[in-house]
């Protein structure tokens, strides 16, 4: 027995076209035009719907402390939202060696998942001494990147310059991907106390104090100290057109460096922190939204490939209760950092992108689908519709319209980050692995059904 989905337009990197797609066994074993069906096969009708490769996330916080999404309730949230495959970062344990944390997450509180999905450790305490030793053996375990942190050092992330020319080193000699944060933490720390100490108020204080500059030159020294190692590194969540110009510099060079930018970065300008009732507290994140010429040069970066991947970084925290933004009603820097995105981020890019004709549909696939799948070596296993490629696929109507509303949500966060969006562009069904696991919005996928994919070597190495 075979999935057919007939009468569907595919999208590709190459362009759009009319085709049958046959499944079997969960991988794609056909395309073609009218593709004969036996009476024991399963029909999905795609007509007048378009046909993408599966989302692919590669900035979630699931199950972190203070998120309210764990493993089960993030990922089913992404493959409602058409991500069939997301990265998650493994927060530390100092309690745990590195190895042994990544290993929890891998056996144990990732169990639940809808999605298929990777990990990628945190580096920061003494895990930065640790992996000096046990960089080999992540890569053993199917690790294709790390993460490290250029700001917070006061929750213990915030790692020094020589620490991260140390693990670019080490990371690339087993094909380990660096993803870093960039702001410089130190000076944002002591303006934000120069702020509160002076008596500002305001949410919107948030942005004042991180300014684009402040990402723009942790972004430049990463890029330098990477390069002084010789290792590829992936800038994440470019947030403005300050960092976004060094990072082309750099790539015209061809200096191995990839960008990543958010949904929110793009659609949100920083007047969302000035809502009244302490709204704006809603949409606290760091980098913080920027003034309104970011976003048009962040659309502008990704047309013109300066822009790898638009990942949705989702670290929700409720907006009421013991852990949540109330935390800082009183004195703004409380407010903690984080917003809702995975369930979102597939139908806000087609939309302000796709339907506001901002960028084509094949550039719609390359970074949401392709670039993700090359970037932590999925591909061609993930991020493309071709024979032979796992059967993740979205079916999407591109002339129905809905508004994204809390209460259709699937993530337990108690507030939508994009409440009443109109987007038009609906998806009909989400395919993981050959199976429908959404219909019509409902999820119909198991809790449990993800699998662990094993990172090979990122295409960023070759360069």
């Given at each position: 027995?075979?999935?057919?989905?007939?009468?569907?337009?595919?999208?590709?990197?190459?362009?759009?076209?009319?085709?049958?797609?046959?499944i079997?066994?969960?991988?794609?074993?056909?395309i073609?035009?009218?593709?004969?069906?036996?009476?024991?096969?399963?029909?999905?009708?795609?007509?007048?719907?378009q046909?993408?490769?599966?989302?692919?996330?590669?900035?979630?916080?699931?199950?972190?402390?203070?998120?309210?999404?764990d493993?089960?309730?993030?990922?089913?949230?992404?493959?409602a939202?058409?991500?069939?495959?997301?990265?998650?970062?493994?927060?530390?344990?100092?309690?745990?060696?590195?190895?042994?944390?990544?290993?929890?997450?891998?056996?144990?509180?990732?169990?639940t998942?809808?999605?298929?999905?990777?990990?990628?450790?945190?580096?920061?305490?003494?895990?930065?001494?640790?992996?000096?030793?046990?960089?080999?053996?992540?890569?053993?375990?199917?690790?294709?990147?790390?993460?490290?942190?250029?700001?917070?050092?006061?929750?213990?992330?915030?790692?020094?310059?020589?620490?991260?020319?140390?693990?670019?080193?080490?990371?690339?000699?087993?094909?380990?991907?660096?993803?870093?944060h960039?702001?410089?933490?130190?000076?944002?720390?002591?303006?934000?106390?120069?702020w509160?100490?002076?008596?500002?108020?305001?949410?919107?204080?948030?942005a004042?104090?991180r300014?684009?500059?402040?990402?723009?030159?942790?972004?430049?020294?990463?890029?330098?100290?990477?390069n002084?190692?010789?290792?590829?590194?992936?800038?994440?969540?470019?947030?403005c057109?300050?960092?976004?110009?060094l990072?082309?510099?750099?790539?015209?060079?061809?200096?191995?460096?990839?960008?990543?930018?958010?949904?929110?970065?793009?659609?949100?300008?920083i007047?969302?922190?000035?809502?009244?009732?302490?709204?704006?507290?809603?949409?606290?994140?760091?980098?913080?939204?920027?003034?309104?010429?970011?976003?048009?040069?962040?659309?502008k970066?990704?047309n013109?490939?300066?822009?790898?991947?638009?990942?949705?970084?989702?670290?929700?925290?409720?907006?009421?209760?013991?852990?949540?933004?109330?935390l800082?009603?009183?004195?703004?820097?409380?407010i903690?950092?984080?917003?809702?995105?995975?369930?979102?981020?597939?139908?806000?890019?087609?939309?302000?992108?796709?339907?506001?004709?901002?960028?084509?549909?094949?550039k719609?696939?390359?970074?949401?689908?392709?670039n993700?799948a090359?970037?932590?070596?999925?591909?061609p296993?993930?991020?493309?519709?071709?024979?032979?490629?796992?059967?993740?696929?979205?079916?999407?109507?591109?002339?129905?319209?809905?508004?994204?509303?809390?209460?259709?949500?699937?993530?337990?966060?108690?507030?939508?980050?994009?409440?009443?969006f109109?987007?038009?562009?609906?998806?009909?069904?989400?395919?993981?692995?050959?199976?429908?696991?959404?219909?019509?919005?409902?999820?119909?996928?198991?809790?449990?059904?993800?699998?662990?994919?094993?990172?090979?070597?990122?295409?960023?190495?070759?360069?």
């Open positions: 027995m075979s999935t057919i989905i007939k009468n569907g337009t595919p999208v590709t990197l190459q362009g759009s076209y009319k085709a049958d797609i046959k079997d066994n969960g991988i794609i074993t056909e073609s035009t009218d593709i004969p069906c036996e009476a024991e096969d399963v029909i999905i009708d795609a007509n007048n719907q046909i993408f490769p599966g989302g692919i996330d590669l900035h979630t916080h699931f199950d972190h402390i203070g998120v309210p999404d493993f089960a309730a993030g990922s089913k949230a992404a493959i939202g058409g991500i069939t495959t997301v990265s998650c970062f493994v927060e530390g344990n100092q309690e745990l060696g590195l190895l042994d944390n990544f290993r929890d997450w891998k056996y144990r509180r990732s169990a998942s809808y999605v298929d999905y990777t990990l990628v450790p945190v580096l920061s305490g003494k895990y930065l001494s640790e992996f000096e030793t046990e960089a080999p053996l992540l890569s053993e375990e199917g690790v294709g990147a790390v993460k490290l942190f250029m700001a917070y050092r006061g929750a213990g992330l915030l790692t020094t310059d020589v620490n991260l020319y140390r693990t670019f080193k080490n990371a690339k000699k087993y094909n380990l991907l660096c993803n870093v960039c702001e410089n933490g130190d000076v944002i720390d002591e303006i934000v106390d120069e509160v100490a002076a008596g500002h108020k305001s949410v919107i204080n948030h004042y104090t300014t684009p500059g402040l990402e723009a030159e942790a972004v430049y020294r990463a890029m330098s100290i990477a002084a190692a010789g290792a590829p590194v992936r800038i994440v969540h470019v947030s057109e300050d960092s976004l110009d990072i082309a510099s750099a790539q015209k060079k061809e200096l191995p460096v990839l960008a990543e930018t958010c949904p929110h970065y793009l659609v949100k300008d007047s969302y922190l000035d809502l009244p009732e302490f709204e704006g507290a809603k949409n606290i994140c760091a980098p913080p939204l920027r003034e309104k010429k970011h976003l048009a040069a962040l659309w970066g990704i013109d490939g300066v822009i790898t991947t638009v990942s949705s970084d989702h670290a929700p925290v409720n907006f009421n209760g013991e852990y949540s933004k109330q800082g009603r009183d004195v703004w820097n409380k903690p950092n984080g917003c809702p995105g995975v369930e979102e981020i597939f139908s806000i890019i087609y939309h302000f992108g796709i339907v506001e004709k901002r960028i084509s549909l094949e719609f696939v390359e970074i949401t689908s392709v993700p090359k970037e932590f070596g999925l591909y296993k993930k991020g493309c519709i071709a024979i032979g490629s796992d059967a993740d696929l979205v079916i999407l109507n591109p002339s129905k319209s809905r508004i994204i509303t809390h209460d259709k949500q699937y993530g337990k966060t108690d507030y939508s980050g994009y409440e009443g109109n987007v038009t562009g609906v998806i009909t069904h989400v395919i993981s692995r050959g199976e429908e696991v959404v219909k019509d919005g409902i999820v119909l996928g198991k809790e449990g059904r993800g699998q662990f994919i094993r990172c090979n070597k990122s295409h960023i190495f070759a360069k």
